[in-house]
């Protein structure tokens, strides 16, 4: 019997209220979905929404209400999009859902059992708009941060680390071994440059007392996982994966008859390291690199890869993207 046809899409951050941006990358792997129904094809596509972080617990406080309350608001928004777009998808991803928390907790237990998350100290300059510390690289030509970064403050604090650096290699391997690695294959030696400049550790957690708004980290009750962790695994988790299982072919018949997924839709900000000051609205690690490190670790190796994303551009207006970016989709239709 033929596997399921699964398509996903990055998941939308519950921050701003839905544009273009969010239509496009939607309409997209819908009609790519709709052909393999109309060839008699069983298909299940999955997309979302990204619940947790800093920026919506702002954001929220400032409208003076719970971010649980916040985030149903905007996440109905992007529900009646794409009901109004005819975006049929098979399975709606929302990581305040129990079911992912379960699968999220999973495996970062896994990863600290296997002593690929260590506690470390970190002091210095932090981006509160792009929720990072910042490295002498992100300075300008003028020694200083960028108006990219927004908000620059000086900051020492206690987090939890995933050993990001000490799989750059086998990265670095995959990507050379294969010659579709990304789709289109021009956006591969960009993936390779930007895989390239990684270095360092990926933190990974929020303290409590800074940040609430999040998944609590299951070995230390003072701290929430970093958004990233927490949305890359929707991929998994909403296709019923099972973190407790150590092997693929012990993993339950729907997540082995969906995994691996066939095409992953993201923008290509999403997926190649740029540094900011060229385009701010670029992602200082990629999403498609965490990815792949996580997936990579020993606990979930014998979790097989997807299939290569399918990258294109963000949408620009007067030669940004961001400006565009901040229209409603409600100003557009």
Request: aromatic content about 14%; proline content about 5%.
């Amino acid at each position: 019997m033929a596997k399921t046809f699964y398509i996903t899409t990055a998941i939308d951050y519950t921050h701003p209220a839905p544009h273009i941006g969010h239509a496009y990358e939607k309409v997209l792997p819908d009609v790519i979905a709709r052909y393999h129904r109309l060839k008699g094809d069983k298909v299940f596509f999955l997309t979302g929404v990204d619940q947790h972080g800093q920026k919506v617990k702002q954001s929220a406080a400032k409208e003076s209400v719970p971010p649980v309350q916040f985030v149903k608001d905007i996440t109905q928004k992007f529900v009646d999009l794409w009901e109004k777009l005819d975006v049929r998808y098979d399975r709606w991803a929302a990581t305040t859902d129990p079911l992912h928390k379960k699968c999220v907790q999973g495996i970062l237990q896994r990863l600290w059992d296997g002593k690929q998350i260590y506690k470390d100290k970190q002091a210095g300059y932090y981006s509160v708009r792009q929720e990072q510390f910042l490295t002498d690289k992100e300075r300008g030509p003028d020694g200083n941060f960028g108006a990219e970064w927004g908000q620059v403050e000086f900051r020492e604090e206690e987090n939890y680390y995933f050993k990001l650096e000490q799989h750059k290699q086998w990265l670095l391997s995959y990507i050379d071994n294969r010659n579709d690695a990304v789709i289109p294959d021009f956006r591969q030696t960009e993936l390779r440059n930007a895989v390239e400049k990684l270095s360092g550790d990926l933190c990974i957690s929020r303290p409590k007392s800074r940040l609430d708004w999040g998944i609590e980290l299951p070995f230390d009750k003072d701290f929430v996982n970093y958004v990233w962790f927490d949305a890359l695994t929707n991929y998994i988790s909403f296709a019923d994966y099972d973190p407790k299982i150590d092997k693929y072919e012990k993993q339950p018949a729907e997540f082995r008859d969906r995994w691996p997924a066939r095409h992953r839709f993201s923008r290509r900000s999403h997926a190649a390291i740029t540094r900011p000051r060229l385009v701010e609205h670029f992602r200082r690690k990629n999403e498609q690199e965490r990815w792949q490190c996580c997936r990579s670790r020993r606990a979930h190796r014998k979790i097989r890869r997807p299939s290569a994303p399918l990258l294109f551009n963000d949408w620009h207006r007067d030669g940004s993207g961001r400006r565009f970016q901040r229209r409603t989709f409600d100003s557009i239709l």
